[in-house]
């Protein structure tokens, strides 16, 4: 695609590839609670803009890059599709 990125370029896997344009990314990492002096599994939900020339589906690895805002919910973008550890 032509947009254009900056600051955080994350890693996750594709939960839902059901929108047009769209999928939803889920990040998993570890949180420490200082009160137990433990970490706790946490998980985040990031819609991102998938263009076209990039072809992904649920269960796919993929990295995303912040952009600017495409949408309500929108701000970061496909950028390539990687191999599962």
Aim: charged share 35%; hydrophobic share 35%.
């Amino acid at each position: 695609g032509e947009l254009p990125i900056r600051g955080h370029v994350l890693e996750g896997v594709v939960v839902s590839a059901k929108m047009d344009k769209t999928i939803v990314v889920e990040r998993d990492y570890l949180s420490y609670v200082p009160k137990f002096k433990r970490y706790e599994r946490r998980h985040s939900r990031i819609p991102s803009h998938k263009p076209p020339c990039i072809d992904v589906k649920e269960g796919d690895h993929v990295i995303i890059a912040e952009s600017r805002p495409i949408s309500k919910t929108v701000g970061f973008v496909v950028v390539e599709k990687t191999e599962e550890k």
